[in-house]
């Protein structure tokens, strides 16, 4: 492979992609999984992606699961959170460091904002500020104790339920003339489950979500979507929540062609050096295909029927 140029500053006939980030006067990133895949992080739900690693029945069964998704349920991890914990050594990601398309991200002078689905921390990592990042769905490396609130940092998940450690007061120590004695020796530690500070199906996404989109409304030049299906909400609305020209840098087109003004199909790190791109006349907007795309788009009519009979089939069961 090529080196890669993580350089803001790339010339029109060089480099398409990074010309067009450059000549725009502010630019929102939202992110997903398929940004990080390249450093070992699977993404969700692509073939090879953790969906799909914990599809099958014997695995769901060791993890108390009945779908895949159930294990970034809130409901589920408040009914029982040894699922989650089991398999979330996995979430140990501290070796790794950042892809060449989070350092481009951070070296970008017209940087507004960043809009992650990504729990891994990998855009601070990268240089990114802090105040220009939005961990949308939390963070991995924090959590709150289900029973006190408090909040405690995570080192490393280890394959057991973590549980808080704090000392609960019982109260002022009585005095000699008194026969009170606390209920619980003062040595005793609250002992409750630590929900880790991600963004669980169900929980409302962190306030500095909404804060952020309430200031950049308006003042986007550029939004850029990069590595997502946009499959989940709130996150969705983003792009036309923020205005400006979209930008999708994915595999496969996202919803429908007409929704982009430009649209590079690839894996994500491949747009820096952009080798062994092509352009496509789509009638539409600019369609760049590079490695790891798929073009053209799926039928997406045949794709609805599909999940229609797949649909009719599950409530047949039902009532079965």
């Known amino acids: 492979m090529a080196s890669v140029n ?17 000549s725009h006067g502010s630019v929102a990133a939202l ?10 992080i699977p993404d969700f739900r692509s073939s090879s992606g953790l969906y ?3 599809s099958s029945p014997s695995t769901l069964a060791s ?48 940087l507004l904002r960043i809009y992650t689905q990504n729990i891994d921390g990998l855009e601070l990592e990268a240089g990114s500020p802090p105040s220009k990042v939005v961990q949308c769905h939390g963070r991995k490396d924090t959590a709150s104790c289900l029973r006190c609130g408090k909040h405690s940092e995570i080192p490393a998940f280890t394959g057991d339920v973590l549980r808080c450690k704090c000392y609960e007061d019982p109260g002022p120590a009585p005095s000699r003339s008194s026969s009170r004695r606390p209920s619980r020796p003062r040595s005793d530690t609250c002992g409750g489950v630590l929900r880790p500070d991600v963004t669980f199906f169900g929980l409302p996404l962190p306030r500095a979500f909404s804060m952020s989109l309430g200031k950049d409304r308006g003042k986007t030049d550029l939004v850029l ?6 499959k989940v909400k709130p996150f969705s609305s983003v792009p036309s929540v ?17 929704d982009w003004d430009s649209v590079f199909l690839c894996d994500v790190d491949a747009v820096l050096d952009f080798e062994g791109f092509k352009e496509v006349k789509a009638g539409g907007p600019a369609v760049w295909v590079g490695p790891g795309g798929v073009w053209p788009m799926k039928d997406k009519g045949n794709e609805a029927k599909k999940r229609e009979r797949e649909e009719e089939k599950e409530k047949e069961k039902e009532k079965e």
């Open 6 to 22: 993580t350089s803001a500053d790339a010339s029109p006939t060089s480099n398409p992609f990074t010309s067009l980030i450059a």
């Open 242 to 258: 923020l205005g400006g020209r979209k930008v999708l840098l994915n595999r496969e087109v996202v919803g429908e062609l007409s």
């Open 52 to 54: 799909s690693s914990l």
């Open 63 to 110: 993890l108390g699961l009945s779908d895949p998704t159930d294990l970034f349920s809130h409901d589920h991890f408040l009914h029982d959170p040894t699922g989650f914990y089991k398999w979330s050594p996995a979430l140990n990601t501290g070796h790794l460091s950042p892809s060449p398309f989070h350092l481009y991200l951070a070296s970008l002078p017209n």
């Open 31 to 40: 992110l997903g999984a398929g940004i990080s895949t390249s450093v070992g």
């Open 225 to 230: 979507v990069a590595g997502t299906s946009l």
